[in-house]
């Protein structure tokens, strides 16, 4: 097997903060350099999510190592697994997704509660480790998520965070079947996912996002409303209209704009659930405290998912019953795919190939 695997591969890498996004050669990891726990994957793909757009740009608060390959959607093949590695739940020849949560400890507080998001030992896919925009890319056996016959691999790279992301903030945004659910950013990576899974767990969705491709996009995939922001003039006079005056029961807010979430306490009915997911680099939610009391919102911070809600949204693609709308471009277009993310024009998701 070894023999198989290359010295040197082929990464995206930003340099430091703010540079542009390079395709560099990097060497690869072998077998016998992998530790217990560690296992090696040949990618197949990657999506590109705007995550790792802020990452590049080191726009967050909390800031990315450099130099950095991103990327944190990723699906690949076990071509190695660390000696001595003990009770490893896949083997050489699996498929499998690499997610955000690179790697969890397992057993500090917020891991025992299951809480693997908040692990105080994370490592992070493109943030604090090497991510998915890389030909070969060192993982960890007990975190990678196992990708299920049914699906194909660029299908399923999105799923891995734009996908559980969506997924989990829904899953405990608190609705019923037949519930309004608002989804501003609707026509964007991660929006168009919410859509589909939103129908899936019976809600009733308004769309929110700009433009007749993304319109398109959001009706052909369930949407029941669509309100586009670019023209619309009061967002939560007409939230209220289609939902008889009384407001809808949960919003998932996936702009990156902090408007989309102050509209949000205003149109949300008496006990509504605001699932922010979203990661504006620097806004603050200016929500009025008096309503949020008064009508009992909760504000839910949603970030990612655990290994459980990651196998669950991937069960459901591979279901068939949601699919990412996606593109394909190679990793060395990445450059034109980040223009593309920063300037609003992708509707759904791109998905690299890794040429
Ligand atoms: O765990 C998390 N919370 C998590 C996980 C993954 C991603 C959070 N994120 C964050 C990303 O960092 C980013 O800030 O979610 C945000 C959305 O990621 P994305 O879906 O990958 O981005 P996108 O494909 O660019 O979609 C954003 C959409 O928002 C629309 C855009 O047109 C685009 O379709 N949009 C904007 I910009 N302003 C809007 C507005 N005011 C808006 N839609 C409605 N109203
Ligand atoms: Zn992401």
């Known amino acids: ?27 690869v990891k072998s077998p016998e350099q992998l530790a217990p726990g560690e296992c090696l994957l040949k990618m197949h793909c990657t999506g590109v999510c705007h995550t790792d757009l802020h990452a590049a740009m080191g726009d967050w608060p909390v800031k990315p190592m450099t130099p950095l390959i991103g990327g944190h ?7 190695a697994i660390g000696k001595n590695t003990e009770r490893s ?13 690179a790697d969890s ?50 299908a399923a790279a999105s799923i891995l965070c734009a996908g559980v992301t969506v997924y989990r903030a829904l899953k405990y945004s608190e609705t019923s079947p037949g519930d309004w659910v608002v989804l501003p950013g609707a026509g964007g990576g991660l929006g168009h996912l919410a859509v589909q899974y939103a129908r899936y767990m019976g809600l009733r969705v308004i ?16 949407a029941e409303q669509w309100i586009d922001f670019t023209q619309c003039k009061d967002i939560v006079a ?52 008096f309503f949020t009391v008064f009508k009992s919102i909760t504000i839910h911070g949603s970030y990612v998912g655990n290994r459980q809600d990651a196998v669950e949204a ?7 019953a949601v699919k990412c709308h996606y593109k394909m471009r190679k990793l060395s277009e990445i450059d034109q795919v980040y223009d593309d993310l920063a300037k609003g024009k992708i509707a759904g998701r791109v998905v690299l190939s890794m040429e």
């Not at 739940?89 to 949560?101: E, L, S």
């Not at 902090?258 to 620097?282: C, E, F, W």
């Open 238 to 289: 007409e939230v209220k209209r289609l939902t008889d005056g009384r407001g809808a029961h949960a919003a998932v807010v996936t702009t990156a704009s902090s408007s989309g979430y102050t509209q949000a306490i205003d149109y949300l009915r008496d006990n509504g659930h605001l699932m922010a997911v979203g990661l504006p680099a620097k806004a603050t939610l200016d929500a009025s405290i």
């Open 207 to 222: 769309a929110i996002d700009g433009g007749e491709e993304k319109r398109e996009l959001c009706k052909a995939l369930g």
């Open 73 to 79: 959607e990723g699906v690949g093949t076990v071509v």
């Open 89 to 101: 739940p896949i083997k050489i020849g699996d498929r499998v997704g690499v997610k955000w949560i």
């Open 105 to 154: 400890c397992r057993d500090c507080e917020q891991c025992r509660k299951g809480h693997e998001q908040n692990c105080e030992n994370i490592k992070i896919s493109g943030y604090t480790v090497d991510g998915t925009f890389s030909q070969y890319l060192v993982s960890y056996v007990h975190s990678v998520t196992p990708i299920p016959e049914g699906i194909e691999s660029e």
């Open 314 to 320: 991937i069960n459901i693609a591979a279901s068939g």
């Open 1 to 27: 097997m070894s023999q198989q695997i290359p010295t040197s591969q082929k990464v995206a890498i930003v340099a430091s903060s703010g540079a542009r996004v390079q395709i560099k050669d990097h060497p």
